[in-house]
């Protein structure tokens, strides 16, 4: 399975500002997803990354809000911009698992927005 | 992608087995049952997957009726490190240039605790 990293693995922010979260893949995948867990709910997808093309975002996730860059095959950044406590969650990235038709998730970012 | 019912909470002791139920009485013929966990703090895991035949890996059997409309997933000898939500998700699987690139549509799932 893949090796993936994520950047930072929790920060403490101030409301009104922006953080920009990396994930790192050790082999190159065409899709990379990111997903938000906020606190003591399941996981919902934020929006699809695929290379060379503009992210594909869920319903009540716009780009203003969470601009994604993915500019090669191995890395994405997700952006939470204008944070408020409510951004306050686990934001994870996946990608494609080469053996088993589903997911490999990383370790996840921990962000709380004071 | 159907939905999936699982009961919120389960405890289970240590070295026995852990059954976790999941009903999917809406499932199609061309989705399969996925098993995935989330330790505390750490981003979900695969543990297993099936369409209709029971399966089994080193780390769960999942066993399917066969009108598929409910499963189970099988930790035969639970450990304190088997404690963690555990979700159950119905969706279709790809061949070719989809393959790993469907979403995943995750439930509220079933928190088991392993009791010393």
């Known amino acids: 399975s893949a090796v993936i990293s994520q950047k930072p693995s929790r920060d403490i922010c101030q409301r009104g500002t922006s953080l920009t979260i990396q994930c790192q893949v050790d082999?190159?995948?065409?899709?990379m997803f990111w997903y938000r867990q906020q606190p003591g709910q399941s996981l919902t997808l934020i929006a699809t990354?695929?290379?060379?093309?503009?992210?594909?975002?869920e319903s009540g996730f716009v780009i203003d809000k969470f601009p994604i860059s993915r500019p090669n095959l191995t890395f994405s950044t997700l952006t939470v911009s204008n944070m408020s406590p409510e951004d306050s969650s686990i934001y994870l990235c996946?990608?494609?698992?080469?053996?088993?038709?589903?997911?490999?998730f990383g370790p996840g970012t921990r962000l709380t927005v004071l | 992608d159907a939905k999936t019912t699982q009961p919120p909470s389960m405890d289970c002791a240590e070295g026995r087995a852990a059954n976790l139920p999941c009903n999917h009485s809406?499932?199609?013929?061309?989705?399969?049952v996925y098993w995935y966990r989330q330790i505390h703090s750490q981003g979900p895991q695969y543990i297993i997957h099936?369409?209709?035949n029971n399966e089994t890996n080193e780390m769960a059997s999942l066993i399917i009726t066969e009108d598929r409309k409910s499963s189970t997933l099988i930790l035969p000898h639970a450990t304190l490190r088997d404690t963690a939500v555990y979700y159950c998700?119905?969706?279709?699987?790809?061949?070719?240039?989809?393959?790993?690139?469907?979403?995943?549509?995750f439930g509220t799932g079933t928190r088991l605790t392993i009791i010393p």
């Open positions: 996946s990608v494609p698992d080469r053996v088993v038709d589903t997911q490999y």
């Open positions: 082999s190159q995948v065409t899709m």
């Open positions: 990354a695929n290379q060379g093309s503009e992210a594909t975002y």
């Open positions: 809406t499932i199609s013929g061309n989705e399969y």
């Open positions: 099936g369409l209709k």
């Open positions: 998700i119905v969706r279709v699987a790809y061949r070719g240039s989809n393959f790993g690139n469907e979403k995943l549509t």
